[in-house]
C-alpha cells in the first residue's frame, strides 16, 4: 500500500461523468478533442476514455501527465474550461473527478476500483489503519492485484483516493458483495461516506485502440481468441523461417522464438496488423448490426487465414525448403 506521495511524481486525474442517451457519438468526438487539446500541454503522458460496461455505468476519462503541476495546468486551463461549455450538452449532470499522485503502477490495469473517502485531519490514522485492514481482507479473495491509497492533492482535490485491483469483473464482484467487505465497512462506519468507482480494461494493451488518445472497450474472449489466432499464426511462422538459420537445439530455438513473439506480438502484430484489420469488427459502430459485424469479422479471419496459408505453403515447399 503505497501512503506517500513523491515530490515531481507523475500525476493521473480519473473523471467520470454519464452522457445523456443518444449523444454517445457526439460526446466521443467532443472527448477526442480534449484530449488532442490536452496532448498540447507540458508533462502530458496519456489519456484514455473507457466506455460504459457491466461494471461502469458511466465513462470513465483517465490523464496522465508527469507532475502535479502539470496536470493542475491542464485541468485548471482556460483551454479546458471552454471545451468543458461545449461538453455539457452531452452530459447528464456533472461528473466527479479523483487526482492521483505518485503510485507505483498505472490507474487503470486490469479490473480498478477508485474509491474516494473525504477525511477530517484529526482522524487520518485511524482511517488508515481502516484502510491497512480492508486492504488485508481484500488479499485474501481471489484475483486480487494490490491496493494503493493516496493523499489529498492540493490544489485540486481534498479527497482521500484508494485504487485497489483484481484480474478479472468476476473476482471484483465476488469481493464487493462480499459479507467480509460489509462487515469491514460497517467497522470504518465514519468513513462510510464515499464514491466508488470502476475502471474495466481487463485484456491489456492488445486490444486497446486509440485515435487521438481515446481507448475502446476491449473485445468478446471469442473474437480475442480468433483475432490473437490470426496475429500469432504469421508471426510465428515468419520468426521459424528467421531463426532457421541459426540451427538452433529445439529447445532453445522455442525459447528464443516465444519471446521476440511476445515482444513482436505487443508492439507490431497486434497494434499495426490485427487491431486494424479487424477494427469493424472487434470495435463495431453501436448501431451496426451483430449479424453484420460477425458475418465481416469471420469472413476477414478467413480471409487473412488463406492469404497467409498460401503463402507459407508457397515459400515453404517451392522457394525454401527449412532444414
Same mark, same amino acid.
Given at each position: 500500500?503505497? #501512503?506517500?506521495?513523491?515530490?515531481?511524481?507523475?500525476?493521473?486525474?480519473? &473523471?467520470?461523468?454519464?452522457?445523456?442517451?443518444?449523444?454517445?457519438?457526439?460526446?466521443?468526438?467532443?472527448?477526442?478533442?480534449?484530449?488532442?487539446?490536452?496532448?498540447?500541454?507540458?508533462?502530458?503522458?496519456?489519456?484514455?476514455?473507457?466506455?460504459?460496461?457491466?461494471?461502469?455505468?458511466?465513462?470513465?476519462?483517465? /490523464?496522465?501527465?508527469?507532475?502535479?503541476?502539470?496536470?493542475?495546468?491542464? &485541468?485548471?486551463?482556460?483551454?479546458?474550461?471552454?471545451?468543458?461549455?461545449?461538453? =455539457?450538452? /452531452?452530459? =447528464?449532470? +456533472?461528473?466527479?473527478?479523483?487526482?492521483?499522485?505518485?503510485? #507505483?503502477? +498505472?490507474?487503470? +490495469?486490469?479490473?480498478?476500483?477508485?474509491?474516494?473517502?473525504?477525511?477530517?485531519?484529526?482522524?487520518?490514522?485511524?482511517?488508515?489503519?481502516?484502510?491497512?485492514?480492508?486492504?488485508?481482507?481484500?488479499?485474501?479473495?481471489?484475483?486480487?492485484?494490490?491496493?494503493?491509497?493516496?493523499?489529498?492533492?492540493?490544489?485540486?482535490?481534498?479527497?482521500?483516493?484508494?485504487?485497489?485491483?483484481?484480474?478479472?469483473?468476476?473476482?471484483?464482484?465476488?469481493?464487493?458483495?462480499? +459479507?467480509?467487505?460489509?462487515?469491514?465497512?460497517?467497522?470504518?462506519?465514519?468513513?462510510?461516506?464515499?464514491?466508488?468507482?470502476?475502471?474495466?480494461?481487463?485484456?491489456?494493451?492488445?486490444?486497446?485502440?486509440?485515435?487521438?488518445?481515446?481507448?475502446?472497450?476491449?473485445?468478446?474472449?471469442?473474437?480475442?481468441?480468433?483475432?490473437?489466432?490470426?496475429?500469432?499464426?504469421?508471426?510465428?511462422?515468419?520468426?521459424?523461417?528467421?531463426?532457421?538459420?541459426?540451427?538452433?537445439?529445439?529447445?532453445?530455438?522455442?525459447?528464443?522464438?516465444?519471446?521476440?513473439?511476445?515482444? &513482436?506480438?505487443?508492439?507490431?502484430?497486434?497494434?499495426?496488423?490485427?487491431?486494424?484489420?479487424?477494427?469493424?469488427?472487434?470495435?463495431?459502430?453501436?448501431?451496426?448490426?451483430?449479424?453484420?459485424?460477425?458475418?465481416?469479422?469471420?469472413?476477414?479471419?478467413?480471409?487473412?487465414?488463406?492469404?497467409?496459408?498460401?503463402?507459407?505453403?508457397?515459400?515453404?515447399?517451392? &522457394?525454401?525448403?527449412?532444414?
Amino acid at each position: 500500500m503505497n #501512503t506517500e506521495q513523491r515530490e515531481g511524481a507523475a500525476a493521473t486525474a480519473i &473523471i467520470s461523468q454519464k452522457v445523456l442517451p443518444g449523444l454517445e457519438r457526439e460526446y466521443a468526438s467532443w472527448q477526442e478533442n480534449v484530449n488532442t487539446a490536452a496532448a498540447g500541454y507540458p508533462g502530458y503522458l496519456g489519456a484514455e476514455v473507457t466506455p460504459p460496461t457491466s461494471l461502469q455505468p458511466e465513462w470513465v476519462v483517465v /490523464y496522465r501527465f508527469d507532475s502535479v503541476a502539470h496536470l493542475q495546468a491542464w &485541468i485548471n486551463s482556460a483551454t479546458r474550461q471552454s471545451l468543458l461549455d461545449i461538453g =455539457d450538452g /452531452y452530459l =447528464d449532470g +456533472p461528473g466527479t473527478q479523483q487526482v492521483v499522485s505518485g503510485g #507505483t503502477q +498505472p490507474a487503470d +490495469p486490469l479490473v480498478t476500483v477508485v474509491v474516494s473517502h473525504r477525511v477530517h485531519a484529526r482522524h487520518v490514522d485511524e482511517f488508515l489503519a481502516w484502510q491497512r485492514r480492508m486492504s488485508q481482507e481484500e488479499s485474501r479473495f481471489e484475483g486480487f492485484r494490490g491496493t494503493e491509497i493516496f493523499r489529498p492533492v492540493e490544489g485540486l482535490q481534498d479527497e482521500w483516493t484508494t485504487l485497489y485491483r483484481f484480474d478479472s469483473a468476476e473476482h471484483l464482484e465476488a469481493w464487493l458483495t462480499s +459479507p467480509k467487505r460489509q462487515e469491514v465497512l460497517a467497522e470504518g462506519e465514519r468513513f462510510d461516506t464515499f464514491r466508488l468507482r470502476t475502471i474495466d480494461n481487463s485484456f491489456g494493451s492488445w486490444f486497446a485502440f486509440e485515435e487521438n488518445g481515446r481507448n475502446a472497450p476491449p473485445p468478446s474472449e471469442t473474437k480475442t481468441a480468433l483475432a490473437v489466432w490470426v496475429g500469432l499464426y504469421p508471426t510465428v511462422v515468419l520468426l521459424t523461417l528467421a531463426l532457421s538459420p541459426l540451427g538452433m537445439p529445439f529447445w532453445l530455438g522455442l525459447l528464443v522464438g516465444n519471446l521476440l513473439s511476445s515482444f &513482436i506480438m505487443s508492439f507490431v502484430t497486434m497494434p499495426y496488423y490485427v487491431n486494424r484489420l479487424l477494427r469493424p469488427w472487434l470495435r463495431p459502430a453501436p448501431d451496426t448490426p451483430a449479424a453484420r459485424t460477425d458475418l465481416f469479422g469471420l469472413g476477414v479471419v478467413a480471409a487473412a487465414t488463406v492469404f497467409w496459408g498460401t503463402v507459407f505453403y508457397a515459400v515453404t515447399t517451392r &522457394i525454401w525448403t527449412l532444414p
